[in-house]
């Protein structure tokens, strides 16, 4: 019941007792409708005091894959700053707020509440914590870049949380919710730790390394310990389309063979520099290569791949074995990738506006499922590549179930991944292949050559 509803009941009320009063002979009945509505407020007012109970596994999360679905897309980082205790850091681009005029000041002024669920994991019933807070923000001249905000949280240690999130803008009345993963089933996961490149780059999981610069790690908190870091190359396999059946009996995850190892001392919480190499980073407990993380530096830029080979490895979803190897044959990848456009999209027009969308989806593939290889190689890459962001998102603690309906460039499909668990990714996901997808992912390929 909102406060207009209770003004006008409580109005009702006060009526009900004049007449009471006024008219005695009707006072049984009077006396009976009070009672009766007394009964309901209360009723109602111990309904309106429950929060609802908010739960990631019921929830379309469509809009974390594709950027139109939402007006609001703030971002987080999640940091345990103690052994109980969790900084979530939020921001927010100001563009994307509202900002309203205050009726008293001559200032404008957005105004945001974030909302959280905190559960012992993705698929519980369990609420650990839950709270909201309301935030504000004043426009000036000088526009920040992005606004930040800062929350804690209680977390005791030992355990993989679910946070659900729920950012709504107050003025403008929309909505963004998120599942976040804290971290805290050992004291050497990512969230725990900060690299730092130099005094004003500091930068919480995931770590994307730029290659031949000087890193500095902090631990959560100031102490002595040695951590052992192993370098991995990077590894060139591309997943083979949704309709080809892999062997049940081949290994998920390859064999990964070290390049170099070394280890990295601690001193009241900070590490001693190391230069960073191309490649995949797998930081752990010494001695203990089960508790670790990892950090990637898999080419400059990343991941942008502008200026990398995977501009044109990226190609391989959409050309035949002969296309792609001549893709290789040319010394400037620049000219492969305008001859190979021009040649399939009939004219320069048309041949850069897929470019651009092709090379906005493989960026963003590395961003949302870089595991041990970059995004746009894994089985959730390559279906975002060729058939875009899907139309609903759903999912369970090991699983995500994409679908797309039917449209102008999109065939129907439902497609499921299963989260590998690996000491070196948690965002490793395989796609259920079948054979039924080969005309679906031949009409979807088929779309990027007409």
Same mark, same amino acid.
């Given at each position: 019941m909102n406060k207009k509803e209770h003004q006008n009941v409580s109005l009702y009320l006060m009526f009900l007792k004049?007449?009471?009063?006024?008219?005695?002979?009707?006072?049984?009945?009077?006396?009976?409708?009070?009672?009766?509505?007394l009964v309901l407020l209360a009723i109602l007012s111990l309904f309106s005091t429950c929060r609802p109970l908010k739960r990631p596994v019921n929830v379309n999360f469509a809009h974390l894959y594709n950027s139109e679905l939402s007006v609001v897309q703030p971002e987080y980082s999640i940091f345990h700053h103690q052994t109980d205790s969790t900084k979530l850091i939020m921001y927010i681009n100001p563009d994307e707020l509202l900002y309203v005029r205050d009726a008293t000041e001559d200032f404008f002024?957005?105004?945001?509440q974030l909302s959280w669920y905190l559960f012992e994991n993705f698929e519980s019933r369990n609420l650990s914590d839950s709270a909201k807070i309301v935030f504000s923000d004043t426009l000036t001249v000088d526009l920040k870049p992005y606004i930040e905000r800062t929350v804690k949280l209680a977390t005791p240690p030992g355990? /993989?949380?679910?946070?659900?999130?729920? &950012?709504?803008? =107050?003025?403008?009345r929309t909505r963004h919710q998120d599942a976040l993963t804290l971290d805290k089933s050992h004291p050497y996961t990512s969230q725990f730790f900060v690299f730092s490149e130099n005094e004003n780059s500091k930068s919480t999981a995931p770590?994307?390394?730029?290659?031949?610069?000087?890193?500095?790690?902090?631990?959560a908190e100031a102490l002595n310990f040695e951590l052992s870091a192993y370098l991995y190359p990077t590894h060139d396999i591309i997943?083979?389309?949704?309709f080809v059946v892999i062997d049940s009996k081949v290994k998920h995850l390859p064999e990964l063979v070290a390049d170099t190892s070394?280890?990295?001392?601690? /001193?009241?919480?900070?590490?001693?520099? &190391?230069?960073? =190499?191309?490649?995949?980073?797998?930081f752990h407990e010494k001695g203990n290569s089960e508790l670790g993380f990892v950090a990637y530096a898999f080419h400059p830029g990343f991941p942008n791949v502008s200026?990398?080979?995977?501009?044109?490895?990226?190609?391989?979803?959409?050309?035949?074995?002969?296309?792609?190897?001549?893709?290789f044959t040319y010394n400037d990848s620049r000219l492969a990738i305008e001859r190979f456009w021009n040649r399939s999209a009939g004219n320069p027009d048309r041949a850069r506006e897929l470019i651009s969308r092709y090379y906005n989806r493989v960026n963003n593939a590395n961003i949302l499922f870089?595991?041990?290889?970059?995004?746009?190689?894994?089985?959730?890459?390559?279906?975002?590549?060729?058939?875009?962001p899907p139309h609903s998102v759903f999912k369970t603690e090991n699983t995500e179930t994409w679908r797309y309906t039917e449209g102008m460039n999109v065939p129907s499909a439902t497609f499921t991944f299963n989260r590998i668990n690996n000491k070196y990714s948690p965002n490793h996901y395989v796609l259920e292949r079948d054979q039924s997808y080969r005309s679906t992912w031949n009409h979807a390929v088929s779309i990027w050559r007409r």
């Open positions: 004049t007449l009471n009063h006024q008219y005695p002979q009707i006072q049984p009945f009077i006396s009976m409708y009070i009672r009766r509505i002024t957005s105004r945001f355990l /993989r949380y679910t946070l659900f999130t729920e &950012f709504e803008d =107050l003025n403008r770590f994307f390394l730029s290659s031949q610069k000087n890193f500095e790690i902090t631990y997943p083979v389309p949704p070394f280890v990295l001392d601690f /001193r009241n919480g900070k590490s001693s520099l &190391f230069t960073s =190499l191309k490649g995949l980073y797998h200026d990398s080979d995977d501009v044109l490895r990226s190609l391989r979803y959409i050309t035949s074995a002969d296309e792609y190897q001549q893709l870089t595991s041990f290889v970059p995004g746009w190689q894994t089985d959730r890459g390559m279906i975002y590549i060729i058939f875009g």
